[in-house]
C-alpha cells in the first residue's frame, strides 16, 4: 500500500469516527478527532489546504472535513477563520441537498460564533440546525438543537425560552435514554440557574452533570462542569467547596494537559485560604 493510499483511509476512517461523535452529540469527543485529523496534515496552520484537497472529490465529503477543520481551529482559537470555512461548508452543502451535514455545520457555527460573543447570529445558526434536525427526523440532533437553543436564549437574557428549550430537551433525551444529552442539558440548566441567581438549583444541576459526565468517562465534560460549579459555590460563599470542585477541575486539566489549568491555577491562587 502506497503512502498517499495509506494517508486517504486514514483521513476516510478518521471521518467516519468524527461523523459519528458529531450525530451523537459528543461535541467535546469531536473536537480532539479533529484536531487528530488536522495533525494528519502537518500542523494546524497548513491544515486547511491539506484538508481541502480531500482526494475523494465528493463536495458532501468536503464539506464534512472542512467542518471538522473548523470546529478544530475553532477550540485554538482561530474563530474567524473557522466561521469563514463553515458558511463556505454550508454553500456547498446546499448544493448537494445534504440537510443532516448542514444541521451538523449551522450547529457547529452557532458554537463558534458563541465563543466568540456572537451570541445573536449563534442563535439563529442554532434554530437553523433544530429545524432541519426536525426535518430529517435526526432524533439526537434535534435534542442538542433544543440545547443549543436554551444554552444561548440563557446567554441573551430570556431565561423563560432557556428554560423551555432545554426541557424539551431534556424529555427528549430520556426517551432516548442519551446520557450524553441529558448530562449536556443539566450543564445548560445549571448555567440558567446560576444567571438568575438560583445558586442552590445551579449547584444541583451541576452535580448531576457531572457524575453522568464521570460515569461515561467523559473527563474534559467533567472539569468543565467542575468548574461551574465551583463557581456557583463561590457565589454562595463556600469557599472550601469552591476550593474542592476547581482543585478536581484542575487535576483533570493537567493530566489532559488543557488550555483551562491556567485560568483554573489563577482562580485558586485568588482564593482566600480556609482554615482546616
Same mark, same amino acid.
Given at each position: 500500500m502506497t503512502a498517499p493510499t495509506s494517508m486517504s483511509t486514514a483521513h476516510s476512517a478518521l471521518l467516519?469516527?468524527?461523523?459519528c461523535a458529531t450525530a451523537t452529540g459528543l461535541d467535546v469527543g469531536t473536537w480532539q478527532l479533529a484536531s487528530t485529523l488536522v495533525s494528519c496534515f502537518e500542523q494546524v496552520s497548513h491544515a486547511a489546504e491539506g484538508v481541502s484537497a480531500?482526494?475523494?472529490?465528493?463536495?458532501?465529503? *468536503?464539506?464534512?472535513s472542512r467542518r471538522f477543520l473548523a470546529h478544530a481551529l475553532s477550540r485554538v482559537g482561530r474563530r474567524v477563520e473557522a466561521t469563514g470555512i463553515l458558511k463556505d461548508s454550508l454553500i456547498h452543502l446546499r448544493t448537494a441537498g445534504d440537510r443532516t451535514? *448542514?444541521?451538523?455545520?449551522?450547529?457547529?457555527?452557532? +458554537?463558534?460564533?458563541?465563543?466568540?460573543?456572537?451570541?445573536?447570529?449563534a442563535l439563529a445558526h442554532a434554530q437553523a440546525a433544530l429545524a432541519l434536525y426536525r426535518d430529517v427526523e435526526h432524533r439526537a440532533g434535534?435534542?442538542?438543537?433544543?440545547?443549543?437553543?436554551?444554552?444561548?436564549?440563557? *446567554?441573551?437574557?430570556?431565561?423563560?425560552?432557556?428554560? !423551555?428549550?432545554?426541557?424539551?430537551?431534556?424529555?427528549?433525551f430520556r426517551k432516548l435514554d442519551d446520557r450524553n444529552g441529558?448530562?449536556? !442539558?443539566?450543564?445548560?440548566?445549571?448555567?440558567?440557574?446560576? /444567571?438568575?441567581?438560583?445558586?442552590?438549583?445551579?449547584?444541583?444541576?451541576?452535580? !448531576?452533570?457531572r457524575e453522568l459526565f464521570r460515569s461515561m468517562s467523559d473527563q474534559t465534560r467533567e472539569a468543565l462542569t467542575l $468548574?461551574?460549579?465551583?463557581?456557583? $459555590?463561590?457565589?454562595?460563599?463556600?469557599?472550601?467547596?469552591?476550593?474542592?470542585?476547581?482543585?478536581?477541575?484542575?487535576?483533570?486539566?493537567?493530566?489532559?494537559?488543557?488550555?483551562d489549568a491556567v485560568d483554573i491555577? +489563577?482562580? $485558586?491562587?485568588?482564593?482566600? /485560604?480556609?482554615?482546616q
Open positions: 467516519a469516527v468524527i461523523d480531500d482526494r475523494s472529490h465528493d463536495p458532501t465529503t *468536503q464539506a464534512r451535514g *448542514q444541521a451538523h455545520t449551522h450547529l457547529t457555527l452557532a +458554537i463558534t460564533l458563541s465563543r466568540s460573543g456572537d451570541d445573536v447570529e434535534e435534542g442538542h438543537g433544543l440545547n443549543a437553543v436554551g444554552w444561548l436564549h440563557g *446567554q441573551l437574557g430570556d431565561h423563560t425560552a432557556a428554560f !423551555t428549550h432545554c426541557g424539551q430537551a431534556m424529555d427528549l441529558e448530562a449536556v !442539558t443539566w450543564d445548560s440548566l445549571g448555567y440558567v440557574n446560576h /444567571r438568575l441567581r438560583r445558586y442552590t438549583q445551579a449547584g444541583h444541576c451541576f452535580r !448531576t452533570a $468548574l461551574r460549579l465551583g463557581d456557583t $459555590l463561590h457565589d454562595l460563599g463556600d469557599r472550601r467547596a469552591t476550593r474542592d470542585a476547581w482543585r478536581r477541575a484542575l487535576e483533570i486539566f493537567t493530566d489532559l494537559d488543557h488550555s491555577r +489563577i482562580r $485558586l491562587a485568588g482564593l482566600p /485560604r480556609v482554615e
